[in-house]
């Protein structure tokens, strides 16, 4: 039986990875590490068994215990909010680059075998007018977000170069999915439009955001767990590529309301278009199985069945029009 060290695993991906593998009876083990800050729920993994962990992955002591007895990592934790990180870069410094090269640390010393898939973003690219990134292309990160986690890669990769660690790095579009945050655009939308609220949309809503159901994302994290290799990178990205303006649109229609959009001051640095060529995976034998379409009609029924879940999370600051304007 393989033993997973899952970071991050009461988040929203992290908690779906776990469900997913789970689907497979006794061929895997989970350890959860989870700090259980703002984007956890202990709720994400009901009626799940798996061991937990409460504690940081910026814990060197910690880390090394949990390293030393796992065949496999899969780091999801993560400071992820770009709103977040422009009102209070610091915490996402911390998580996502501190947290990161703690992890490599604790299996250059403890486990130098432990296979290591790090999940990161495709925002480290910056954006892009036309075309589509390649694993090979430069990064230029906008936000202090997409900085920390660009930065975390560029770890991973000297790790792996220096010091033959068993890494490999996924770069993903826009998840959406069940038991993901009500600050996040889907989920918010949802959750405002049952609550006959305005949905607010940065600036013109045409930023453009390739969106994936969750699932597919951990269909494709499971691959490279098995299958990726040493110091690769593997895109992540359906093809469904949408602007901000569209996905509400298409989630009102989905549940039959009208005059709901209200247009807010868009945030600082708001990236126009992300897109990913994800062929090198595709490679690999990965391709999503949802389309936006499907996807977004079981994410919407979702939300409208679960409001015990979210009704405790979706306070006014979260479903606030400009959050990148508070004070977290």
């Known amino acids: 039986m393989m033993k997973i060290l899952v970071t991050g695993g009461l988040g929203f991906i992290g908690s779906n990875f ?144 220096t010091y033959g660690l068993n890494a490999a790095i996924t770069r993903c579009t826009n998840n959406y999915g069940g038991y993901q945050s009500p600050e996040k655009l889907i989920p918010k939308t949802i959750i405002r439009a049952k609550l006959d609220m305005k949905v607010p949309i940065y600036g013109t809503g045409k930023n453009v955001r390739d969106w994936i159901y969750v699932r597919d994302h951990c269909d494709a994290i499971r691959l490279v767990l098995a299958g ?42 708001h990236d126009i278009r992300y897109s990913l060529d994800s062929s090198k995976i595709g490679r690999l034998g990965w391709k999503p199985k949802y389309g936006f379409k499907d996807g977004l009609n079981e994410t919407v029924n979702w939300y409208l069945e679960h409001e015990w879940w979210w009704k405790p999370l979706a306070d006014e600051k979260i479903l606030h029009q400009t959050p990148w304007k508070l004070e977290w």
């Open 18 to 161: 776990i469900r997913h593998m789970s689907e497979e009876a006794g061929a895997f083990e989970m350890i959860v590490i989870d700090a259980q800050k703002y984007g956890s729920n202990e709720s994400n993994l009901n009626e799940l068994e798996y061991e937990f962990v409460k504690g940081d992955i910026c814990d060197y002591e910690l880390m090394s215990k949990l390293v030393k007895k796992v065949d496999a990592i899969v780091n999801f934790a993560a400071e992820t909010h770009v709103d977040r990180s422009i009102s209070s870069p610091y915490s996402f410094i911390e998580s996502n680059v501190l947290g990161t090269y703690t992890i490599l640390e604790a299996m250059r010393n403890v486990n130098i075998e432990v296979k290591l898939v790090h999940v990161s973003t495709d925002e480290v690219y910056g954006d892009i007018e036309t075309g589509s990134f390649k694993e090979g292309d430069g990064l230029k990160p906008s936000s202090p977000y997409s900085a920390s986690k660009a930065s975390a890669d560029m770890f991973v990769l000297a790790y792996v170069r």
């Open 228 to 269: 990726g290799e040493k110091g690769e990178i593997y895109n992540i990205a359906s093809g469904a590529e949408r602007d901000n303006l569209a996905v509400v649109t298409e989630i009102s229609d989905i549940m039959g309301k009208t005059d709901l959009i209200e247009f807010v001051e868009d945030r600082p640095g």
